[in-house]
């Protein structure tokens, strides 16, 4: 079974700009969550998207939005990019289901805003 | 809302000796609390959990035990080995398969030769 897919891995952007981040859960799994990993910070919870819905969602602000497809496939965005956005954004899926627990992660996307 | 304090930092233990690391949590109603580890340049990953209904949960070398009334839930690693060295992080939710995490800022565990 394949594992979480994330694209792209790497980008550059610079301030001002908005991107555009990609998820592939595993297969059959309905709910894709968002977090964002800085050092120092840990891992900081987004959004989560189950059956096309958000779910749940963090205390980041409006420049952070996402939306996932009938496919569970999800997607990310961050407009009006600053420095302070530059970061590991990690992608996780579950089945959605309870007790289920465990976010399958994905490799992530690092970007860096310049 | 929820936060996750995690300590130590850093910690360097001697390969064959034991490792603890301890979290805190603010929310009474938290109720699971998974721990992660990430291997340099890997992802993150499931290595044990436990529910706010059990007080300790072993898995081979590695035990997780929590203590509600205090608030606070430990990881022990017991015989460490070079392969532990990673950065593990603590977290905690208020219903278990509840996607939304509350992560510790993590501790970096180095095992010495």
Redesign the interface.
């Known amino acids: 079974k394949a594992g ?1 897919t994330q694209t792209p891995r790497y980008l550059i952007k610079t301030r001002g700009q908005q991107v555009t981040l990609s998820c592939s859960p595993i297969s059959g799994h309905r ?1 894709v ?1 968002w ?1 964002q990993q800085t050092p ?6 987004l959004f ?1 998207y189950f059956s096309e819905t958000q ?2 969602k ?2 980041f602000p409006g420049r952070f939005s996402g939306r996932q497809f009938s496919n569970s496939r999800s997607e990310m965005n961050v407009s009006t990019l600053e420095l302070g956005d530059s970061a590991l954004y ?1 992608c ?1 899926s ?1 089945s ?8 399958f ?4 996307s690092r970007l860096t805003v310049l | 809302g929820e936060n996750v304090e995690q300590h130590p930092s850093t910690l360097s233990v001697q390969e064959g000796d034991s490792a603890v690391i301890k979290c805190t949590y603010s929310d009474s109603a938290s109720n699971y609390f998974p721990w992660y580890k990430q291997e340099l340049g890997k992802r993150p990953q499931l290595i044990i959990d436990i529910r706010s209904n059990v007080g300790e949960k072993k898995d081979q070398r590695i035990a997780v035990t929590l203590n509600k009334t205090a608030k606070h839930f430990s990881l022990h690693i017991t015989e460490t080995q070079p392969e532990d060295s990673a950065v593990y992080f603590c977290a905690a939710s208020m219903n278990f398969g509840n996607e939304k995490l509350t992560f510790g800022t993590g501790t970096r565990l180095t095992i010495i030769p």
């Open positions: 979480v709910s969550s977090y120092g910070q840990g891992l900081q919870f989560e779910r749940n963090g205390n990690l996780a579950t959605g289901r309870t007790n289920t627990g465990e976010l992660f994905g490799e992530g």
